[in-house]
């Protein structure tokens, strides 16, 4: 089965500054990739998604960049806001969806 | 619309208690699935349905119940509380069981002494 780990369990940002946050997998037959957020005490809000069949998406101060050779996914997001503080985690689709454990992201004033 | 709703969203049990979660959702989803969260570790999914009348085990089944008999509505049954569930479960939604673009609810921090 797939499995999903993040490279770093905590990040720590200055405000205005760029966030990437990064996210291996396992499955080379893995064919959708999400990317979630998680506010303390809510469940998780999804943020964007992307599927095999391209390397790059953007959102709204939002970039999902996927690396099928290295099996690598990254969240990016651009100039950090303290909203922007939550665990980030992904989530990667082969044939069931399997999700990573999460990153930490601080905002710092 | 409200989207997913769980309650509680808190509840402390005593081991072997049983207990039920409730989750709805007001989008006429196809799917519905109970995760729970743990720290350090991915959501793992333990019940799942496609549709009223529908369920399947996920990877960590053992302990809980299902089921489904209207399509808003897909509650998760404790039959005997072990601390070992201490845990923040998690309701999802989704169109249809091929779309993984999941919704959820607020989650149920569940405690079990």
């Known amino acids: 089965g797939e499995s999903v780990g993040l490279h770093l369990p905590t990040l720590s940002v200055q405000e205005g500054d760029n966030s990437i946050i990064n996210c291996a997998y396992s499955?080379?037959?893995?064919?959708?990739f999400i990317w979630y957020k998680q506010e303390s005490g809510k469940g998780p809000q999804f943020i964007i998604d992307i599927r095999s069949n391209m390397d790059k998406r953007q959102g709204q101060r939002v970039t999902v960049l996927l690396n099928k050779t290295v099996k690598h996914l990254s969240l990016q997001i651009a100039a950090t806001q303290p909203g922007d503080s939550a665990v980030y985690f992904c989530a990667v689709n082969d044939y069931k969806l399997s999700f990573g454990a999460g990153t930490t992201v601080t905002v710092r004033a | 619309n409200a989207g997913v709703t769980q309650t509680p969203k808190f509840q402390v049990l005593k081991t072997g208690q049983s207990m039920t979660l409730q989750c709805a959702q007001d989008?006429?989803?196809?799917?519905m699935s109970w995760y729970r969260q743990d720290p350090g570790m991915g959501l793992r999914l333990i019940h799942y349905?496609?549709?009223?009348?529908?369920?399947d085990q996920g990877e960590v089944p053992n302990g809980y119940n299902v089921s489904r008999s209207t399509t808003e509505d897909f509650p998760l049954r404790l039959l005997s509380a072990a601390p070992s569930q201490t845990s923040v479960y998690f309701c999802a939604s989704s169109y249809s069981s091929n779309s993984k673009k999941l919704f959820f609810g607020s989650g149920t921090q569940l405690s079990v002494l």
């Open positions: 349905s496609v549709g009223a009348g529908i369920t």
């Open positions: 499955n080379s037959a893995s064919d959708y």
């Open positions: 989008m006429n989803h196809e799917y």
